[in-house]
């Protein structure tokens, strides 16, 4: 069987429900992708017109993760990388990212989503010196994560764990800030935690309403105290929580975003 054949079958088979808006979908219009539906486009265009601050978040938090990335597998020498919530691929996915550093880099994609899933091809490409793998299971079940993680990454060696514009779809923080609690004790000394999420304020407060009101998974924006009990326990250094974008700009710094997030380090 070829590859097409698979993913069509693979199309065939899962209910994608192109008639509901969908996360991984808007996100993906937002970013300027392809991989979405009518329903999609309709939602991206609603929230762009009454919360205009959408795409600069979805672009931010992509510059995001290609900063936190290169830092982590350049400067602090990591070498694994578990991606929890991946979406859809696009252009400088973390293994891109993290390859063009270090070649043998590993990298964990996660996600449980039948769109996800469908495009996960894209996530399989490797450097010959490293490794990608794709695991189909729900973030909230960090057992089951990190024993199918276990078959590409060295748990016992520092693990960078991203979460990135994805901890929002827990929507209970004392639930959210536990969650990543037992990941990080999962992981070895010297691992790290990627984390952004939206800030909360009334404004996007409203924005969050009409978007779960479009019968997308609901998400929930956290304050800043919400996301640094995300990181307890852990060694937040400079430039510490705050709009991502400040988070060691490349070039001119772009204005700030209502997206906040921090690199943190387990001793």
């Known amino acids: 069987m070829t ?5 069509l079958t693979r199309h065939q088979e899962l209910d994608l429900q192109p008639h509901v808006p969908h996360s991984a979908r808007f996100w993906n219009c937002l970013l300027g992708g392809k991989d979405y539906f009518e329903a999609d486009r309709l939602l991206a265009e609603q929230m762009m017109r009454e919360w205009p601050a959408a795409v600069d978040i979805a672009r931010a938090s992509r510059a995001f993760l290609g900063r936190t990335v290169r830092h982590l597998a350049g400067e602090a020498g990591v070498r694994q990388f578990l991606d929890l919530g991946t979406g859809l691929p696009t252009a400088d996915n973390t293994h891109e990212v993290a390859q063009r550093v270090a070649p043998d880099a590993r990298i964990v994609y996660v996600d449980h989503d039948p769109i996800v899933l ?13 490794a990608t793998d794709y695991v189909d299971a729900d973030l909230t079940d960090p057992a089951a994560v990190l024993t199918q993680a276990a078959r ?3 748990l016992d060696q520092p693990v960078a764990l991203m979460l990135l514009s994805t901890i929002g779809h827990v929507t209970d923080p004392a639930a959210a800030a ?43 924006a956290s304050t800043a105290e919400e996301m640094m009990a995300m990181a307890a326990g852990l060694t937040v250094p400079p430039p510490g929580l705050g ?22 380090r387990k001793e």
């Open 3 to 7: 590859d097409e054949t698979e993913d």
């Open 118 to 130: 469908v495009h996960a091809r894209a996530l399989l490409t490797s450097t010959p010196e490293g």
């Open 152 to 154: 590409t990454l060295d």
């Open 178 to 220: 536990k969650l990543v609690g037992t990941y990080m004790a999962r992981l070895a000394p010297g691992s790290y935690l990627v984390l952004c999420t939206t800030l909360d304020s009334p404004e996007v407060a409203a924005a969050n309403v009409k978007y779960a009101a479009s019968g997308t998974h609901p998400y929930t």
């Open 243 to 264: 709009p991502i974008n400040r988070w060691y700009p490349e070039g001119q710094m772009d204005p700030d975003v209502d997206q906040w997030g921090y690199v943190a």
